[in-house]
């Protein structure tokens, strides 16, 4: 069995930083394909960044140039490092491990950007 679980969410101010961990366990090969999502209040999952084929990474427009993806193969640990946030970054932030023909998706994290 596969479970992921996000951790690192909270509050902070806007422009602040905040860094998110997600941890795969179980019958986990690799985690080269993982990536994060998030869900705003009242909207639909929206893709933030994932690593592709090739040791890159796709980040969505809105977060490109704020926020970082990376990951330790060997604690199966892929991180989010998110700086300049803003306050419609504020989101259920979740991590992703695409298995065919299954998508494991971890709990979520709450991050909130508010004065």
């Known amino acids: 069995q596969v479970q992921l679980m996000e951790s690192g969410g909270g509050l902070v101010q806007p422009g602040g930083s905040l860094s998110l961990s997600c941890l795969a366990s179980?019958?986990?090969?690799?985690?080269?394909?993982m990536g994060w999502y998030r869900q705003a209040p009242g909207k639909g999952r929206e893709f933030v960044a994932r690593?592709?084929?090739?040791?890159?990474?796709n980040y969505a427009d809105s977060v490109k140039g704020r926020f970082t993806m990376s990951r330790d193969n060997a604690k199966k640990t892929v991180y989010l490092q998110m700086n300049s946030l803003k306050p419609e970054d504020t989101a259920v932030y979740y991590c992703?491990?695409?298995?065919?023909?299954?998508?494991?998706w971890g709990q979520g994290t709450q991050v909130t950007v508010s004065t």
């Open positions: 992703y491990l695409p298995a065919p023909p299954s998508t494991y």
């Open positions: 179980g019958r986990i090969f690799n985690i080269n394909d």
């Open positions: 690593f592709t084929s090739g040791s890159t990474t």
